[in-house]
């Protein structure tokens, strides 16, 4: 399945396509989750001045954040804070990430690089800096010194600190052990560093300028515009090599980040999503390998239970479900013959 009848992606990137499809609408139901009532979900305050939250709740009109800072809830003030910067830049990320992937799949891949510069080099790394160092990047924000927060002159001026951050950021990654062993620089090089050989940084550049005149990313001509049915594939070959890794990891700072300004995520629900993942992962690289990794946790479980918003019953993914499980974006209930949607964090 596609959004567009006029794909050009070749088929064999399919698996791969559809696996960060999932995963961005796996992001986008953790961003629904973080809300209650169409707002952000609230905040438990700390009960030792009622007396003071009753003004509060008197005068509507008064701004809630800056309430908090000036009666001693700095700690709470922040985390509301925290958690506006990371629901709107979410939203952000996942528009730019969508529209990378549709760009993709006509076959349009200079803009879909010139899409993914965005949410990789800016939104993901103000996620790992909230994560690793939030109160930092609020006082920043807070202060207006945008020279100390701007990602070009956090790259110049304070290289050590960012690495710092990415490298802290991956060590606490849920999905660091899919991850092939990577060097404690491996995201900054990826996705700041012209001069390493597997940068996206090449790419963005070559996307985004018709002539480019640094050594590693030197024009032969115009970029991107001649291009030939080699450099295509190579393009595409480069972008699916990428970027399921990008998203996978993405989504460990968003559930980090989630867990930290929101609340806890059960053992028992990690444990239930993580098997979905990881069986989709290893398929991307493996089919075989993913099947075998499926029917070795169902056999062993029994059952993977599943519940149909459909016909409001309990149903179960079995061995039949298996090519759904890792190539499709449903399963199908047992009781209704619905198909259940599966691309989705389920918060049991
Ligand atoms: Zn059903």
């Known amino acids: 399945m596609t959004y567009y ?3 050009a992606l070749p088929k064999k990137y399919l698996i791969k396509h559809n696996f960060c499809l999932h995963l961005h609408d796996v992001i986008l139901s ?25 003004v509060f709740s008197e005068d509507s009109n008064t701004d809630l954040i800056k309430w908090l800072y000036n009666n001693a809830y700095e700690n709470e003030a922040n985390i509301l804070l925290k958690r506006r910067i990371f629901h709107a830049m979410l939203a952000d990320f996942l528009s730019y990430v969508l529209e990378a992937l549709k760009a993709a799949e006509k076959g349009k891949t200079a803009i879909a ?28 924000v807070d202060n207006g010194e945008i020279e100390n927060y701007e990602v070009g002159s956090v790259r110049r001026k304070q290289r050590a600190k960012m690495k710092l951050i990415l490298s802290k950021s991956m060590e606490r990654n849920p999905f660091l052990d899919l991850f092939e062993p990577v060097d404690k620089d491996f995201m900054y090089n ?29 024009t032969k001509d115009f970029n991107n515009v001649f291009l030939t049915e080699e450099d295509f594939d190579n393009h595409l070959d480069y972008f699916y090599s990428k970027l399921p890794f990008l998203l996978l990891y993405s989504m460990g700072v968003i559930l980090n980040l989630y867990e930290m300004l929101f609340e806890k995520i059960s053992d028992e629900s990690k444990f239930y999503n993580n098997i979905l993942i990881k069986s989709k992962w290893i398929s991307i690289l493996d089919q075989d390998k993913g099947k075998e990794l499926l029917v070795g946790i169902l056999k062993k479980l029994d059952a993977l239970p599943i519940y149909c918003e459909g016909c409001g019953e309990l149903t179960e993914i079995s061995e039949k479900d298996l090519d759904r499980v890792l190539f499709s974006w449903f399963v199908d209930c047992q009781k209704c013959n619905e198909p259940i949607p599966i691309s989705r964090y389920f918060f049991l």
Do not use: Q
Request: with cysteine.
């Open 5 to 7: 009848d006029d794909i």
């Open 30 to 54: 953790v961003f629904f989750e973080c809300m209650e009532d169409e707002t952000l979900k609230g905040i438990e305050i700390r009960e030792e001045n009622i007396k003071d939250l009753e």
């Open 113 to 140: 690089y010139t899409l993914l510069r965005k949410p990789f080099k800016d939104n993901l790394l103000y996620f790992e800096w909230l994560l690793i160092r939030g109160n930092e990047l609020l006082s920043y």
């Open 190 to 218: 990826l996705r700041y560093n012209y001069n390493s050989p597997y940068s996206l940084e090449l790419m963005w550049n070559n996307a985004n300028h018709l002539v480019t005149t640094a050594k590693p990313i030197r």
